[in-house]
């Protein structure tokens, strides 16, 4: 490590609270493309988009254009209290992606998109109860935290959470139960367990649930779990909530994962990629629920125009992307597949959200995780960790085939190593 690298990871832990962790000293500069540079001018191939965030890469020149454009206009100033025209085109732009009539509220994150979320559906149904599934990351806020539960330390020191929520098994195919029939299951056990024992389903106000499970280690559902769920929550007039912040935006090879899965939600939570790299959040919902009262819900930067502009681009651009996402990732999961590691469990994701999880002795192989990341970043390739033990892949969608098998070779070479 340099001094410099040394200097500045010092003044970090002096200056920052330190409630994250970091994987390796990796110190940014800039970046171009699917590559980015530290401060010494150190090349690296991108696995990690800034977590699910560039998707059309670093300094894209088209975000950079449109964001100026507007920069020269203004920078802000309050959607909830006045107008803009590139809230509405953003929102038209959302509302043509969904399977339904849709509405859109701007927030600045995936959890306070996670918190409108939650506010929406109690409002419009009137019921208290909401319903999660244990492994799931819905963000940090003291809501969304009710229904984060991928690690304790999340959510260790923080009680009491929100009230009158529910936490049930995710289908999670590396149980052994679930490999064909869980989605039967766990229907059942929502149906005769929770639906009798724990709470009556017509104070259900929603579910909430991400379609692909990425921070608790890209747990890819059943291809027909939430078609069922959907179907039984109708019964009730419960909503489904989906969490998309980190699967939407084209990351699995369609726009929203949900459409792999042939369901239509009620409401889509939606950030990281939205923005193009500004914060920007969003639920989209049918119509007729998004009717919270005037005064019931709003924020200051919801919508910032800047970020407004950068997802005018990313809406523009990333559907002229999906066979390309689709593609790569096919070839990076069957190159990752190829390994020979005793410790190489399971490779698994959709599109370019791919999970590489390492066991040894049946167990979370942590020690091996952190070994692959911090070797494979020495050598030139960021990625960081999902769930226990699951080297997460998750690259800028417009990454080539060249620099994508690049990197791969270079993490299955440290997976070999171990
Ligand atoms: C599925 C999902 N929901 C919500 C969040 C929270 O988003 P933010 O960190 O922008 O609050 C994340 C962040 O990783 C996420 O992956």
Known sequence: MSKKVDELIKEDQEYL?????R?????IDHGFGAIVYDIEGNEYIDFNAGIGVVALGHKNEKIINAVKEQMDKFFHYSLTDFYYEVAIEVAKRLSSLMPFSAKVFYANSGTESVEAAIKIARGHTGRQWIIGFINSFHGR???SLAFTS???IQ??????LLPSTYLIPYPDRRDPLCKEECTEE?????????FKKVVDPNEVAAFIAEPIQGEGGVIVPPKDFFYKLNNLLKKFGILLILDEVQTGIGRTGKMFAFEHFNVTPDLVCLAKALGGGLPLGAVVGRKEIMDLPPGSHANTFG???LALAAANVILEEVPKLLDHVSSIGKKIIEELTDTRSPYLYDVRGLGLLIGAELRKNDKPFVEGLEKVLYNSFRRGVLAIGAGESVVRIEPPLIISEELAMKGTKILKEEIEKL
């Open 303 to 305: 919508g910032n125009p």
């Open 23 to 27: 994987w390796y000293p990796f110190v």
């Open 155 to 160: 959510r260790k020191s923080f009680s009491p």
């Open 17 to 21: 609270m330190q409630s994250f962790r």
């Open 141 to 143: 806020t003291l809501g």
């Open 150 to 152: 991928s690690k304790a």
């Open 186 to 194: 766990l229907l059942g056990f929502i149906e005769d367990w929770v």
